[in-house]
């Protein structure tokens, strides 16, 4: 099965940076499927943060646009969140997502989560 881990979450102080990766081993379809990072924090709906289609689009919630960037290297199978200037409320843990529902409707992975604690 296709897995999804993801590393680099740590508590870091405000204004610092980090960056996350996600590597999905087992997946021969990742350089075609669409990649994403999201976050959850308790009490609040998991929220996509930064998405990039097999095509190279990105897309950036409002709130980290000009501070995160996300990345991929196909040969590696493996998808990066790079988070500049975070701020404490960017605190949350980040998932990665491997989308492939425009070719198979509802067919997504998930990995398990990093915790990302920005201090003040």
């Known amino acids: 099965q296709v897995q999804l881990v993801e590393s680099g979450g740590e508590l870091v102080q405000a204004g610092e940076s980090l960056r996350l990766s996600c590597v999905a081993s087992?997946?021969?379809?990742?350089?075609?499927?669409?990649m994403g990072w999201y976050r959850q924090v308790p009490g609040k709906q998991r929220e996509l943060v930064a998405a990039?289609?097999?095509?190279?689009?990105?897309n950036y919630a409002d709130s980290v646009k000009g501070r995160f960037t996300i990345s991929r290297d196909n040969a590696k199978n493996t998808v990066y969140l790079q988070m500049n200037g975070l701020k404490p409320e960017d605190t949350a843990v980040y998932y990665c997502?491997?989308?492939?529902?425009?070719?198979?409707?509802?067919?997504?992975?998930w990995g398990q989560g990093t915790q990302v604690t920005v201090s003040s």
């Open positions: 997502n491997l989308d492939l529902s425009r070719r198979q409707t509802g067919l997504v992975y």
């Open positions: 087992g997946s021969i379809f990742f350089r075609i499927s669409d």
């Open positions: 990039m289609a097999a095509g190279g689009s990105t």
